[in-house]
C-alpha cells in the first residue's frame, strides 16, 4: 500500500504559476511510474503528465512546453512545475502511482483554479 499526499494547488491568474506536490508514504525509487492526471467538471480525467524510474517524461500535447515533470527520489515526491497557466487548465489534479506489479494508486486531489 501506498498512500499519496499533493498539495500546492489554489487560485492564479492566467499566465501564472503554481508548483504542485506529491509525498508518497514510502519510497519511489523502485516504482514504476508517477505522474499527474486531472478532471475537469463534465469531462473525463486525462493524463498531464508522467516519469518514470528511469526519469523518461511524457507529457499531454495541451501541456507541452508549460509543464515541467520532476521526482525527488531522496523526499519520495514528484513535483509538477504549471507555467503559463490558462483556465482551460482549471481542473482537480491526482497524483498517481503505479507500482513494480502494475497496482495503480491515487491521491486525494487538489483543486486547480485558473482565472482570466
Known amino acids: 500500500q501506498v498512500q499519496l499526499v499533493e498539495s500546492g494547488g489554489g487560485l492564479v491568474q492566467a499566465g501564472g504559476s503554481l508548483r504542485l506536490s506529491c509525498a508518497a508514504s514510502?519510497?519511489?525509487?523502485?516504482?514504476?511510474?508517477m505522474g499527474w492526471y486531472r478532471q475537469a467538471p463534465g469531462k473525463q480525467r486525462e493524463l498531464v503528465a508522467r516519469?518514470?524510474?528511469?526519469?523518461?517524461?511524457n507529457y499531454a500535447d495541451s501541456v507541452n512546453g508549460r509543464f515541467t515533470i520532476s521526482r525527488d527520489n531522496a523526499k519520495n515526491t514528484v513535483y509538477l512545475q504549471m507555467n503559463s497557466l490558462k483556465p482551460e487548465d482549471t481542473a482537480v489534479y491526482y497524483c498517481?502511482?503505479?507500482?513494480?506489479?502494475?497496482?495503480?494508486?491515487w491521491g486525494q486531489g487538489t483543486q486547480v483554479t485558473v482565472s482570466s
Open positions: 498517481w502511482l503505479m507500482d513494480s506489479r502494475a497496482i495503480n494508486y
Open positions: 516519469i518514470t524510474s528511469g526519469g523518461s517524461t
Open positions: 514510502r519510497s519511489i525509487i523502485s516504482i514504476a511510474s
